[in-house]
Each structure stands twice: as structure tokens, then as C-alpha cells.
């Protein structure tokens, strides 16, 4: 324990020390604003430590659990063992976050670690790469810098835990390399994340929730609402607002506040560029290739065979696709691989819950964006492989997503607070049994009796509560 908190504290320390360092190397490598690095990078990350400083002995110690009638004077516990070596791989959009969260649960758990950042996030891997040992135990703790091939090489070798987080395609490649050797994994991946908004809401509250979601870190977040779902009376309503909330947050030129990111390189900018002929530019549309910029945008009446419909969006760019009622928002959702987050919006109680009830998503935050992920005491991931479309949305005119549906995967395992120690964490059912009074084991036995599978029967048959024998 003393060792897992120096490491931890050790953590600390470099977040502290690294801080000004940190939000300049997001600005340069994205332009991420201080004011988001320094939340999502650094605040998130000292609250995960905290938490785990603050419940670490408890986490560790034996859990006792209930026993039979036989085993009254014997120990039965769960042991948390760390698993041994285990990898990390992070992606570039929170840099710092989506290593060192996993690595806090992987150190708490007394585990070894091997940390890949993102080849993408060049200044802050530089960073990593240069200053992080300094804070760390250089026998247990090692940094693995580069991109395809490196990471290619690394996976060849037997880990005992592999932590993911990225696109799904290579959370694929991730899991057949850990296949190969049976090594467990976590894989926390991404996808297309719905937004349904009712037509009874507060429209400028949800406007300017929905434009913080979407326009945090330039769009580059993967439980970013990803499309709306709405009537077309509440796409008028909304258009507006949104409008007005992104004037609000970033000004008449969004280009020149300092408050919005950019786009991470020059691939990620083509891509999304070409997502901007989907359906009608609303609010927004402006490109420069040179900045990577481009604005808060809206696109209106999206139709679900338009490009910006077929990919993660992954950037700052806001999709409306119109429905005609909840009903058909809830089968559209449905159609689709089971996303990593799912939002809706609704002054009444009873519709958010029934959003709730009839879909599946890693997790689910209603009348809000992106806020669950801030509570270490939820869990946080993905909910594993897409639905299969039922015959019913064959009907309407969903066909072409079923390629879509078969690549993405919101991933698998969770993490955050104490379920990242849990994660890297085996569970070790372990029984310790009294020497003597062996006259409670005759029964289990040969020679075998009657009798013996009597007084068996009694002491380890479990019963369902409710139901006396004796009536
Ligand atoms: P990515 O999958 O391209 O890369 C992630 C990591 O995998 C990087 O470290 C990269 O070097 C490595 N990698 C890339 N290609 C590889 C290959 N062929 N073989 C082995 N390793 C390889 O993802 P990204 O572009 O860095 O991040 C964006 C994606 O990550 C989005 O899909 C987003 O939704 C997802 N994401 C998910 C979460 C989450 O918590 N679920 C968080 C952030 C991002």
C-alpha cells in the first residue's frame, strides 16, 4: 500500500508540477483552450486521484462474504490481486486524461504498466515521453512512445491486462493481438452518440447544453452528442437557440475566441470537411485548411443515408435529423450499434425515463451532456457489440447502416473511482478453512448414505427467501 500511494501521490506531483506544460502542449497540438485542458486534463484527473488516495486501503482489504452453515468458523474473502503487467493505449484527444486515469486504477491495483500515448498528440506524447519517468518508478512504470508499427510490435508480447481506449477498428485489432495469448482487456472505443430532445423542453437550456457537449475540446470528445433526434417543429425552435448559444459561448467569430479548439491534423480535417455537404448548413460552415478550423456548425434535416450519418463525427459538427415522434427516435437508436452515450432532453420526467427503458448505451445522462462522466462514483464505458436491426426498421429505409452497425462497438469493461481498481483488479475467490472440527466434513464423504445427503442437503442448500418448508 505504501509503494501504490508513493507512486500515486508521485502522479499528483507531475500533474502539479507539469500543469502549465500540459495545457501547452494540448493548445499547440489542438488548440484546446486552457480553461477545457485544465478541467478535462487536470482537474478530472486529481479528482480520480483523490478518490483513489482516499479509499485505497478500503478498496484493498479482503471483502468478506457469507458463508454456509458449515463453514461458519472458516474465512471466506475475495482477494484483489493486481493482474501483473499490464497496457495501456491511449488515444489523442484527451492526451493526458486517457492514460492516466487508467494508469491511477492500474497502480492502485498494484500493477506493473506499460503506457502507449497517441503518435497523434505530439507535443503532449513528447511531454509524457520526456517527464513522466522522472515521477515514476522507472522498474515498473515505462513509457512506449510511436504509432502503427511500434504499437504493432508491442502487442506481440504477452501482457496480463491490455486497457484500450480508441476507434473501434483498431479496439478490433487490439482484441485478436490479446486473443492470441487469452490476455483480458478493457476496450473503451467510440461511435455515433444520439440526442433525442422532446418537444416539450426548455429550448434555450438544452441549446446551450447541447452546444457545450458538442463544441467542448472542438467536437473531439468521444461521448459528445453526436446527431439530434427532433420533430421538425422543434428543429425551428432549436435553431435559434443554438444560434444564440454559440454566439454566446464563442462570439460573433468563433475563430477568434479563445475558447474553441481546432481540428488535431490535417487528415481529421479533410475528413470532416467532407462531412459538411450533409443535409443543410444551418449555422456555421466556415473552413480554414491552414488553422484547421472549422465553426460550431449545425446541419439541418440530415438524412440518415447522408455522410455525416456513417461515421463518428468526432469534430464540431452538430447533425439534426428529423423524427416524427419519440417512438420513431427510439427505433432509430435501436437500429444502430448500442452507442457509448445516449442523451435526452425533456421537462417531463416520464419521457427521459422511457428513453431510458427502451434503449441500450454505455451510459445514459438525461437533460444534460457529458455531465455523468464528471461522477467517479458511475461506472463509464461502452456496452459492447451493435443490435442487429429488427425487421421492423428494415422498414424504414434503415438498410444501409447494417455496415456501419457491423464496425462499431462502443467497447467493453468500465472504469472510473473504483471501478478503474476493479478493473485492473483480480477478484481471487479465496477460502480458508478451519484445521480441526472434522467431524462437520463427514457428511461430504464416503461411504455415501442416505443419511449424509440428509444433513449435506441442509447445510449447503440455499433457499429461496419467502418459502417455509414447514407450511
Ligand atoms: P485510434 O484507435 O486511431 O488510436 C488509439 C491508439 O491506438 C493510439 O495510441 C494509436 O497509436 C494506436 N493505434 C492506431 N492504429 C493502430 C494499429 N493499427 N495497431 C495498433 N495500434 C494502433 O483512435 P484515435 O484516433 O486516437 O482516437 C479517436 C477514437 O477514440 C474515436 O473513435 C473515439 O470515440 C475513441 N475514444 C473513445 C474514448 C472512450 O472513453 N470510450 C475516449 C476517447 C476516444
Redesign the pocket.
Known amino acids: 500500500m505504501e509503494y501504490r500511494v508513493a507512486q500515486l501521490e508521485a502522479l499528483g506531483r507531475f500533474l502539479d508540477d507539469k500543469k502549465q506544460e500540459i495545457l501547452e502542449a494540448t493548445e499547440l497540438d489542438m488548440g484546446k483552450p486552457s480553461f477545457e485542458a485544465f478541467f478535462s486534463e487536470i482537474l478530472l484527473c486529481k479528482n480520480e486521484l483523490n478518490i483513489t488516495l482516499n479509499n485505497l486501503s478500503h478498496w484493498m482489504k479482503d471483502e468478506h462474504v457469507d458463508k454456509n452453515l458449515v463453514m461458519q468458523l472458516d474465512s471466506a474473502f475475495i482477494r484483489k490481486d493486481p493482474y501483473g503487467v499490464v497496457l495501456i ?6 492526451p493526458i486524461h ?1 492514460f492516466l486515469v487508467p494508469l491511477i486504477g492500474a497502480i492502485a491495483a498494484g500493477n506493473c504498466a506499460i503506457i ?5 498528440s505530439k507535443n503532449t506524447e513528447r511531454l509524457i515521453a520526456e517527464t513522466l519517468s522522472c515521477y515514476l518508478d522507472n522498474d515498473c512504470f515505462a513509457i512506449v512512445t ?3 508499427p511500434e ?2 510490435r508491442l ?1 506481440e508480447n504477452k501482457f496480463d491486462y491490455i486497457f ?8 478490433r ?2 482484441m485478436t ?1 490479446a486473443a492470441k495469448h487469452l490476455t483480458p482487456v478493457t476496450l ?4 455515433k452518440n444520439p440526442c433525442y430532445v422532446s418537444d416539450t423542453c426548455d429550448v434555450t437550456n438544452v441549446a446551450r447544453r447541447v452546444v457545450w457537449g458538442r463544441f467542448f475540446n472542438a467536437g ?4 459528445a452528442p453526436d446527431y439530434l433526434l427532433c420533430t421538425i417543429e422543434m428543429q425551428e425552435k432549436l435553431m435559434p437557440a443554438l444560434r444564440e448559444a454559440i454566439t454566446e459561448f464563442f462570439g460573433p467569430n468563433p475563430r477568434e475566441s479563445p475558447d474553441f479548439g481546432r481540428i488535431v491534423n490535417d487528415k481529421q480535417f479533410q475528413r470532416l470537411r467532407a462531412l459538411l455537404c450533409s443535409g443543410r448548413v444551418a449555422i456555421g460552415g466556415q473552413t480554414d485548411e491552414a488553422e484547421r478550423y472549422i465553426a460550431p456548425t449545425v446541419l439541418a434535416d440530415v438524412l440518415p443515408s447522408d455522410p455525416a450519418m456513417q461515421e ?1 463525427i ?1 469534430g464540431p459538427i452538430l447533425p439534426i435529423v428529423v423524427i416524427a415522434n419519440m417512438d420513431e427516435a427510439i427505433d432509430f437508436i435501436n437500429a444502430r450499434p448500442r452507442p ?1 452515450a445516449l442523451y435526452a432532453f425533456s421537462c417531463d420526467s416520464k419521457i427521459v425515463n422511457q428513453v431510458l427503458e427502451q434503449t441500450s448505451s ?1 451510459g445514459f445522462c438525461g437533460n444534460d451532456t457529458l455531465m455523468h462522466l464528471t461522477l467517479t462514483s458511475l461506472p ?3 456496452v459492447g457489440r451493435s443490435k442487429i436491426p429488427s425487421p421492423g426498421h428494415w422498414e424504414i429505409g434503415l438498410i444501409h447502416d447494417l455496415s456501419y452497425g457491423e464496425e462499431w462497438n ?2 467493453l469493461g468500465k472504469y472510473h473511482g473504483k471501478f478503474t481498481f476493479d478493473t485492473f483488479s483480480h477478484h481471487r475467490g479465496c477460502l480458508h478453512r478451519n484445521m480441526g472440527l472434522e467431524t462437520l466434513n463427514t457428511p461430504r464423504y464416503p461411504p455415501y448414505t442416505q443419511q449424509k445427503l440428509g444433513l449435506l442437503t441442509t447445510t449447503f442448500e440455499v433457499k429461496r427467501r419467502g418459502t417455509c418448508t414447514l407450511l
Not at 493505449?89 to 484527451?94: G, K, L, Q, R, T
Not at 502507449?116 to 497523434?120: T, V
Not at 484500450?164 to 479496439?171: A, D, N, R, W
Not at 473503451?188 to 461511435?191: T, V
Open positions: 493505449i491511449a488515444p489523442w484527444n484527451y486517457l502507449k500515448p497517441s503518435e497523434i510511436g504509432g502503427v504499437t504493432t502487442l484500450f481506449t480508441g476507434s473501434p477498428p483498431v479496439g485489432i487490439v493481438a473503451e472505443l467510440g461511435g473531439q470528445t468521444c461521448i463518428e468526432f457509448l454505455g463509464f464505458g461502452g462502443s467497447g
